[in-house]
Structures are given as C-alpha cells and as structure tokens.
C-alpha cells in the first residue's frame, strides 16, 4: 500500500504497530493470520484479506468476522489461490458472496514469455493447474476417500449418548521444536445408536512432554476409555512418555502392518454408509482426509491427523474376525 499511495497521502505509518493512517483520518490495522486472538474487540468498515487458503489458523476468519460492523455496509475482500479448503468453501457459499476469478496468463504483460511457457507445457490441463494457474476451485481431489461433500452431508452439532470414547495418537517422531510433521490426536466415540462421532481435534506439534500432557488432558476431559497410539515411532517410549503425565492411563499400542490407505479404506466406507459424522467442523483433519487417495497421500506433509483419526474409529470398531477359507472347504 505504501509502494501505492502518494507520499501527501500519508500522516503517519508506525511499522511496530502495524498501523497506517492518511491525512484525512482513515486508519489502517495489520494482523498476521496466525493470531486470530488480536482480532477479538477490534472493529472495522472493510478487510482485505490475502492468501486466505494458506491461513494456518482458520479461527482468524471468524474472529474479523465479529468485528466486521461498522458503518452501513461492511465488506470484506479474500484474495487467494483457490485451495479447496473447508475456509475456503465455506467463504465462497456465503449469501451474497460475489467470486471473481483470474488466470495467471491475464497478468502476462508483466510476466517473461519464458516462464508462461514453461508453466503452460508442464501444468496445463493438469489439476494442479486448473487451480494454480487458472483459479478453478476443484472440490475434491479426484478418486480421495473421502469427500467435502461426504463430510458435510453427515456433519452434527452434538453427539447422542456415548458407549465408548477413545483418544488416539499418531506420533510424528519428531521433537516439536525442529519444525516436523504434528503428533496426530482425536477423540472419537461410539454412539448408543451404533454410528462413529469425532469429538475434537487435539493435534499439535509439540515435546513429548507436552503432546503427552495433551492427550492426558483429553482423556480425562472427556472421561475416555482408552488410549490407542501407534507404536511404530518408538514403541516403548510413547507408552512410558504418556504414563509420566498420567500414571493410570490405559495405554494400547497397535502397530502400522498395512499401509496408511490400506487402513484407511475401511474407515472411508463407514462414511459412504453415513455410519460417520463430525461434531462441528475440523478444518485441518478434514484436508488431510479428502487428500487421501489410493495412490497414496496428495496433501501437504504428513497425514498425522488422519491416521490419529483411522486408529481411533478403527478401536471403535473392536476387533476384526479373520476366517479362513481354506479350512472351510
């Protein structure tokens, strides 16, 4: 804005502050999407907003929400690449929401010829592309296991009467201060009427003391049966780092046999049944789950909130009869 705005224009600019005001009065206020606390009383006419889906912290959106009131007409403007994440969709279906869209070859005046070329010979006509490139807001990513659609469809705002409720944890093997993939941690359970409810997204990237603490926190919160952690980053030690922050929990460990999608295709089918539903939305988890394909993981870094989520409803299910069909002939 500075690089834009003549120089008369400007009364002050304090970059400590992130504050801008104009020689006629009008103030403008910087936030980093990654501090959706700063936005809580603060209240304006308009917001810009830019790269909405790369906000690491979807929360932001609702708190600018809340202060969006003042003067008649309040309006905000999201600039972004079009990422189809649940922010993103739930933006674009807001009433009144006006979508205008426009492709990287319409700023080609301001591009070298060379690198459109390139752009165009690799990623034109490919998915990437479409959304990169041509700003196409693609859904769902073709052949996921799960879809937004799937999701929403069985999505609730409370949970019946819980038989079971289990915490379950995919470790990352990293120490939360190198910058790893997250410690993956649900809470789901099994309703009296037989279907799966996730409860809550307590993933983090944090020490094993403090993810431990996390999951002990979780456990008790929602007086839970069971803890279930994957043993393959470990073993013995996720055990013994979440019995130092709570002595009495009921540890299982289960080990990663088969493949991510492998374990996940069953888990996919109790949502293609309607079998599934989540408590309120989960931005991060959901990403995860419809960028799981069976060619594998398309989405950013680790799927550790999906697995987390795969070995929770996976214990919900109890344990799985295997036959032998051979004996029986």
Sequence with gaps: ???????????TYNRSLGELILWNGS???????????RLRGP????????????????????????GMRLGDHPQVVA??????????RRIVRTPGAMVTRGSTFDNAENLPEGALLRLRERY?????????????????????LWSAGAIDGQRVRGAPDLRRIVVAVDPSGTNGSDGGDDIGIIVAGKGADDRYYV?????????????????????????????????????????????????????????????????????????????????????????????????????EGSPDRADALVWALSELQGPRRTYDLRAAL
């Excluded at 917001?47 to 979807?58: I, K, L, N, R, T």
């Excluded at 600039?79 to 993103?88: A, D, E, F, G, H």
């Excluded at 089918?269 to 539903?277: D, I, V």
Aim: hydrophobic share 40%; glycine share 6%.
């Design 1 to 11: 804005m500075l690089a834009v705005l003549p120089k008369a224009c400007v009364e």
């Design 27 to 37: 103030r403008y206020k910087t936030y980093s999407a990654s501090e959706p606390e």
């Design 43 to 66: 209240q304006h006419h308009r917001a810009w907003c830019d790269e909405v889906a790369a906000w690491p912290e979807a929360d932001t959106w609702d708190q600018l929400m809340f």
């Design 79 to 88: 600039t972004t690449t079009p990422k189809p994440t649940p922010l993103i």
């Design 124 to 144: 034109e006509g490919t998915r990437l592309g479409r959304q990169e490139l041509f700003a196409e807001l693609l859904e769902d990513v073709q052949g996921a």
């Design 199 to 299: 409860l809550e997204d307590c993933s983090c990237n944090l020490s094993p003391d403090g993810w431990a603490r996390r999951v002990a926190d979780a456990y008790a919160r929602w007086e839970a049966d069971r803890v279930v952690a994957e043993k393959n980053f470990g073993g013995a030690m996720v055990e013994s780092v979440m019995r130092t922050a709570n002595k009495d929990l009921p540890v299982k460990l289960v080990t990663a046999s088969r493949g991510k999608i492998a374990r996940a295709e069953p888990i996919a089918a109790l949502y293609e049944q309607g079998k599934a539903s989540h408590v309120g939305t989960f931005d991060a988890l959901e990403d995860q789950m419809c960028a799981m394909t069976p060619a594998g993981y398309v989405g």
